[in-house]
């Protein structure tokens, strides 16, 4: 889903959507802000759209406002999928899209401007051309063996609570708080790591006994 500043679906005249990705949907917003109506038109309109419903499903997301809206979980309950949201500043160690994903994305769209501004040096990236430099851009920064690889990298799947090295539960240096002299043994911090690794885990085994086939991760 890709979110334009406006107030009405006029706002929307000045976009090229015809050259955006397959499958996308459009929406405006003041400040083209993500917020509760839009998270949860993006999950009704486009996760379910294209999420399988013959098994249970996992959706990982991380702990933006706008993922936790009581019209997206009762959406989610009625389609037997289970919704878990990741702690706060954790996401750059637990958030597959963090690690595998945008980074290609970015670097192959930076790549996608510079061929174009080298080819129309008279043209700035405006409404009209941005959809089509996007769209070429995802479809080579999110391939299918990166989102595997952000699974692997987070130790979501396969589970693996100890991918993440000690140096991970050492105190923010933004608090002004000087590591320990032996973070091994940080055990508060390590120990709350821990438990989100053991609820993704007891996410896929749910209590009927039900298994989870299937990992979905959206970050809006």
Not at 120 to 144: T, Y
Not at 204 to 210: N, P
Request: some cysteine; overall charge neutral.
């Amino acid at each position: 889903m890709i979110v334009v500043k406006g107030k009405t679906y006029k706002s929307l005249n000045s976009w090229a959507v015809k050259n955006s990705p397959p499958h996308t949907v459009w929406a405006w917003q003041p400040k083209a802000l993500m917020e509760n109506v839009l998270g949860e038109h993006w999950f009704r309109n486009c996760f379910l759209k294209h999420c399988r419903r013959t098994h249970l499903q996992l959706l990982i997301l991380d702990g933006h406002s706008s993922h936790e809206s009581l019209g997206l979980l009762e959406a989610a309950k009625a389609a037997t999928i289970h919704v878990f949201s990741l702690p706060p500043h954790t996401t750059h160690y637990l958030q597959p899209l963090d690690k595998t994903v945008f980074g290609p994305l970015k670097k192959h769209y930076n790549a996608k401007c510079s061929e174009y501004m080298v080819a129309h040096p008279d043209h700035k990236i405006d409404n009209q051309s941005w959809p089509a430099l996007f769209a070429s851009s995802l479809e080579a920064g999110v391939s299918p063996a990166n989102l595997i690889s952000g699974f692997q990298a987070c130790g979501i799947y396969p589970f693996n609570p100890n991918i993440i090295g000690e140096h991970g539960y050492a105190p923010s240096l933004a608090l002004g708080v000087p590591a320990p002299s032996n973070i091994s043994q940080n055990t508060d911090s390590k120990k709350y790591i821990t438990d989100v690794f053991l609820g993704m885990q007891a996410a896929f085994q749910i209590t009927d006994g039900s298994q989870v086939n299937d990992l979905t991760v959206a970050a809006l």
